[in-house]
């Protein structure tokens, strides 16, 4: 793995909020380095060298958010995501999963497919990991900051505030991504939205990642909302509408 000296800098603080950040990374200094950079911003971090330690470390805190090297010895990346996501307690879990070996754009889209909210390459220049985790930070607030009414479509209510989705009166369990996908969905139904939109506004990403990701989430959207699902309509070539 690339962590060098060079490739992460200190930078002058874009944020005063306190928000717990774990960094998982086998690499020391690398970890230490993030760790540095990302208390400077104001937040509260904590490193681990093994999914071991931190996850030894869930037991007692929660993190807002994961700084997470796909390559780690024993456990690697792709388990740990599927062991999050699996955990109703870290299932919301923000993950931004970062690599030094794995550089493909397939690599990327199998860790967002696996419920990774973000996909960094090393080295990374230190004003972009900070920008992508507040970007990430401040999509999360922005959807946690809605009030406690409920959304109710049809069969379909959601509680934006708790995250909570269900269909029929059964609960749907969806990752993060996927309710990011569905809130955005939720606030444009009856609008066709281009595979390309869906990407910068869900994931917030314009051109790195596949489209085909988005065809990916919004088929297991389909799935996990049962009779609710039939309502997220292709649109050949285009992209996906709810049509309510």
């Known amino acids: 793995m690339t962590c060098s000296s060079a490739s992460i800098e200190p930078c002058k603080p874009m944020s005063t909020a306190s928000d717990r950040i774990a960094v998982v990374d086998d690499d020391s200094e690398c970890c230490d380095r993030i760790c540095l950079l990302l208390k400077e911003q104001g937040h509260e971090v904590s490193c681990f060298s093994t999914a071991g330690k931190f996850f030894d470390a869930l037991a007692n805190i929660r993190y807002v958010l994961t700084v997470l090297d796909m390559n780690l010895p024993g456990m690697d990346g792709k388990e740990i995501i599927r062991v999050l996501r699996a955990n109703p307690e870290a299932r919301r879990m923000l993950i931004l999963a970062m690599s030094g070996s794995e550089k493909r754009s397939a690599d990327a889209v199998a860790a967002l497919n696996l419920g990774a909210d973000e996909y960094l390459t090393k080295p ?16 999360r607030g922005d959807h946690s900051s809605v009030g406690p009414e409920s959304i109710r479509i049809d069969i379909l209510t959601v509680v934006p505030e708790r995250r909570e989705v269900a269909v029929d009166g059964k609960v749907a369990i969806l990752t993060d991504l996927e309710f990011r996908l569905l809130d955005y969905f939720l606030h444009n139904v009856n609008r066709v939205l281009t595979r390309q939109l869906l990407l910068d506004q869900v994931w917030g990403m314009k051109e790195r990642i596949d489209t085909r990701t988005v065809d990916k989430h919004v088929e297991s959207l389909r799935r996990k909302l049962g009779r609710f699902g039939v309502r997220f309509e292709t649109v050949i070539k285009v992209g996906y509408v709810l049509k309510v």
């Open 124 to 139: 990374v220049d230190a004003d972009f990991l900070v920008a992508r985790v507040a970007a990430l930070l401040r999509r």
